[in-house]
């Protein structure tokens, strides 16, 4: 299962890493502002899909670049509550989008939740919430 960090030219765009298995998993999305970070998820891919983006909290400089994505390559956005909320509404105050210049427009999000197991064929996800830096904060193991 190789797990590639997606480099962004953004320097205040969050890390991003894409997990290469069946099931393919992008954790954090960065602003969206590199356009290129679309390139080179689509690049390592190499004509597969990419099957589930999952956000570890809600502000724009990891979830900004959701929607582009999930326009690209059709892929599902997974986020715990309620920061899946704020992302579902598009609710640039608790994104804190207008910090960034940005703003993040409504995006379809399936909530998880502590405890929650993500499959991908040939590993398994845990779901950990870590409120804190936001309320709904994960982190996978």
């Known amino acids: 299962m190789p797990i590639h960090q997606i480099r962004s030219d ?6 991003i890493y894409l997990i ?12 969206g502002l590199d356009h290129m970070v679309a390139e080179r998820v689509e690049r390592i891919l190499n004509g597969r899909s990419l099957d589930i983006i999952v956000a570890t ?6 979830v900004g ?3 582009s994505l999930v326009d690209r390559f059709g892929s599902e956005v997974r986020a715990a509550e309620p920061d899946a909320q ?3 509404e598009g609710d640039d105050g608790m ?4 910090m960034f210049g940005g703003s993040l427009g409504p995006v379809d999000v399936r909530a998880i939740e502590d405890g929650d197991v993500l499959d991908l064929g040939d590993r398994r996800l845990r ?7 936001t309320s709904g904060s994960i982190c996978l193991y």
């Not at 909290?57 to 990891?62: F, P, Q």
């Not at 994104?95 to 207008?98: C, D, M, V």
């Open 65 to 67: 670049g959701i929607a």
């Open 86 to 88: 704020a992302i579902r």
């Open 57 to 62: 909290h809600c502000h724009y400089d990891h």
């Open 10 to 15: 953004i320097p205040y765009d969050s890390s």
């Open 127 to 133: 779901v950990i919430r870590t409120p804190g830096h």
């Open 95 to 98: 994104t804190l989008a207008h």
């Open 20 to 31: 290469d298995s069946p099931v393919t998993v992008l954790v954090d999305a960065g602003t």
